[in-house]
């Protein structure tokens, strides 16, 4: 696989606050990366300066092999963006704003952009100044989706779109993705980011501090664990690496650490299982471990 966003030690500073502090990451052809951390992590001042906006004070950042800030115009040929708060044109009406975006990037696909315009139930002869937040976003949706690049930077794509349009967003990123186009996805919204990503970054005051697949994050983490046995399971408050125990009858939820579950379970089968459930932490659940 070829590596299409390579970051390496990026800092940036404004005056004497260090919003980047040596931000390390990269992106292969074809991966969705999910880039999380509440307000003011520092994901936007990234992507800002992955998109040439602003120059780093340290590090590098290259797209498709060349450097973010003295080659951003011949990256921006082959790149889709849609920031979290879309500001457009008050006189064009949308579908002349979504043209006048497909044309400035040179590759966007007309039929490609009429499915669009059904799909997130958009009217495109309305004026912007009439559009709500979400319909902005909707606007700027399209016109990305409608274009065919190899990598497209969405930061909080989703921002003011009902449930709905969310999930319509989420089928089209799983088609470009199938299409082997590379996404980076800054977000808080974990489920989104917990669908989509084949890999996470948690950046948190300027640095990432956790990094991996889903999986690779997992294993630092318990998983949950609900029984039924025919005897009184009590005994687990005995066990070693059984935690948050909560008892009810024959029935007990816990946690477990990966390393002792085996020993865990040889035990219960001593009071005879009726029922075991297993689940993984959640995205949510990795991300707050970080910042509580």
């Not at 070829?2 to 606050?17: I, M, W």
């Not at 990269?26 to 992590?41: F, K, M, Q, R, S």
């Not at 009902?162 to 996805?185: A, N, Y």
């Amino acid at each position: 696989m070829t590596k299409l966003v390579e970051v390496n030690g990026l800092q940036k500073k404004f005056g004497s606050f260090q919003a980047l502090k040596n931000i390390t990451f990269d992106i292969e052809t074809g991966e969705v990366l999910g880039y999380i951390g509440p307000n003011g992590a520092g994901k936007s001042t990234t992507i800002r300066a992955l998109l040439g906006l602003i120059k780093a004070s340290g590090g590098s950042a290259k797209i498709f092999g060349k450097d973010v800030w003295s080659e951003a115009i011949e990256i921006h040929k082959n790149l889709a963006y849609v920031p979290g708060d879309v500001y457009l044109w008050p006189n064009l009406s949308g579908g002349e704003i979504i043209d006048l975006f497909m044309k400035l990037q040179g590759s966007g696909n007309q039929a490609k952009r009429d499915e669009l315009i059904k799909k997130f139930e958009l009217d495109p002869k309305k004026k912007a100044r009439s559009y709500s937040k979400g319909n902005r976003q909707k606007i700027a949706l399209i016109a990305a989706l409608a274009c065919n690049v190899d990598l497209y930077i969405f930061d909080e794509p989703t921002s003011g779109l009902d449930p709905l349009m969310e999930s319509v967003f989420q089928e089209e990123v799983g088609r470009i993705k199938s299409e082997g186009h590379s996404i980076l996805l800054s977000s808080h919204i974990l489920s989104e980011v917990e669908r989509l990503a084949d890999r996470v970054a948690v950046i948190k005051a300027g640095e990432i501090v956790d990094s991996g697949t889903l999986a690779d994050l997992r294993h630092f983490t318990r998983d949950t664990y609900k029984i039924e046995t025919v005897q009184n399971p009590g005994a687990l408050q005995e066990y070693d690496g059984v935690y948050d125990l909560q008892l009810d009858g024959n029935k007990a939820t816990f946690q477990a650490d990966s390393d002792k579950v085996q020993s865990i379970l040889t035990e219960l089968t001593k009071l005879g299982i009726k029922k075991l459930e297993s689940a993984p932490p959640t995205l949510e659940e990795l991300f707050l471990h970080h910042y509580e």
